[in-house]
């Protein structure tokens, strides 16, 4: 029977779950996609770590918690650090608008972890789980070592955790100020990049951290319902984080496999190529320049002829069935070969597509929304990513100059 303690603690696994759920994504799937996976994976991963151990100390293990204590909250010190990493990667390596992040963001997560540790060692581990308990927690105890404690708690949950919300939300919306001046007047500018699940991300990473932070403030005699609605908050926040960050890594990936001529021609273009991977495996050990060449040609005649991209199931193992290879061969071959990967070869035709359709006078009364869709894009922001990519303006602003663009 479900009562208020099962579901206590339902509402402190779920989050671990969530997380470890968003982390296995990142980490296991789509392997090398490109530079926002890997810093969106380890704040992800910092998220997962950070509920593991705020979990411990509310889930019956005090004896454990005591110790990992000096861990917690250099770890949720990391968070908003990590998501900076990410937002630069995001936004382009090479772009202006986000510029890298130095490191020395790191440093209130490493100077409390050498407080927390100075703090267990002068308390000891006798006095560790005193301090920690329910009654005692932040108390006005006259023993140095627990003062110390208390204060170092304190500055870490209070004042590191504001100076790192405050500075973070301004400098993020200074930023996005500067790109959309620049959008102003370049509107394929970081063609990829959507707004508004940036700020959900945003709004998301500084929720988590504030909740926890508050969490930690608000419950030290470990009030069971303020525990319940602190976790529904950290269930929302890692949820929106999560979810809205994989599909900006999935747009990001799609986007940036789309190539034109001119971008081979100068690699200084607004997103970093993906190098090609040289590795061969069993699977293409026997293939020739004449076969790799034969596969291409037939390549391209069936997407120009047949447009099985018009399907927006389209698979890469379907694909290679049409044009008589294997899943393995078809892919080191647009990789290594045509030098991008399934999304770009196939996003490239379906841009091609869409600016037919688009110069067609039957096809005015058509939204863009329904051109979208009609060349087999899943996504209204996937399709005016690709387009912007490749023709440097946006499909309405396409329509609007006749295709001459």
């Avoid at 861990?71 to 010190?77: F, H, I, S, T």
């Avoid at 890692?238 to 809205?244: D, M, R, S």
């Avoid at 799609?254 to 061969?280: D, I, L, Y």
């Avoid at 293939?287 to 399907?311: C, G, M, W, Y």
Wanted: hydrophobic residues 45%.
């Amino acid at each position: 029977m479900l009562n208020f303690d099962n579901l206590g603690i339902i509402l402190f696994i779920l989050p671990v779950y969530q997380m470890m759920f968003y982390s296995v994504q990142l980490f296991t799937l789509r392997k090398g996609n490109g530079a926002p996976r890997r810093p969106l994976g380890f704040l992800m991963l910092l998220m997962l770590l950070y509920l593991i151990v705020n979990s411990s100390r509310y889930l019956g293990y005090a004896d454990l918690y005591k110790y990992l204590y000096t861990l917690q909250l250099p770890m949720l010190l990391a968070v908003i650090p990590a998501y900076q990493l990410y937002l630069r990667a995001v936004s382009n390596a090479r772009g202006r608008v986000f510029p890298k992040p130095p490191l020395v963001y790191f440093l209130p997560s490493v100077f409390m972890l050498m407080l927390n540790i100075a703090a267990f060692v002068n308390k000891g581990p006798g006095l560790a789980g005193f301090s920690l308990s329910a009654e005692n927690f932040l108390s006005t105890n006259n023993n140095a070592a627990l003062s110390f404690a208390s204060l170092v708690f304190l500055l870490g949950n209070i004042g590191f955790v504001a100076m790192q919300l405050l500075f973070t939300s301004f400098h993020y919306f200074k930023m996005v100020r500067e790109l959309k001046q620049i959008r102003e007047t370049n509107s394929a500018y970081l063609p990829h990049f959507q707004t508004l699940w940036s700020h959900i991300i945003l709004f998301s990473v500084v929720g988590f951290v504030l909740v926890s932070s508050l969490m930690n403030l608000a419950t030290p005699a470990y009030n069971h319902l303020l525990s319940l609605v602190f976790n529904a908050g950290l269930l929302a926040m890692g949820g929106l984080a999560g979810y809205f960050s994989l599909k900006q890594d999935r747009l990001y990936t799609e986007v940036a496999s789309v190539t034109t001529v001119e971008q081979k021609a100068n690699k200084s273009g607004n997103m970093p190529e993906e190098p090609a991977s040289k590795s061969e495996n069993k699977h293409t050990e026997g293939l020739s320049s004449a076969d790799a060449s034969e596969i291409v040609s037939r390549l391209q005649q069936h997407l120009a002829t047949d447009k099985p991209f018009l399907n927006s199931n389209l698979r890469a193992v379907d694909l290679a069935k049409s044009i008589g290879t294997t899943n393995q061969k078809l892919t080191y071959v647009v990789n290594n070969i045509m030098e991008t990967n399934f999304y770009g070869i196939i996003n490239k035709y379906r841009v091609l597509e869409a600016k037919e359709l688009l110069r067609r006078p039957e096809n005015q009364h058509f939204n863009i929304d329904a051109i979208s869709e009609m060349v087999g894009f899943q996504s209204k922001s996937s399709f005016n990513g690709c387009f912007k990519k490749m023709t440097g303006c946006t499909p309405s602003e396409f329509r609007k100059y006749g295709g001459k663009r």
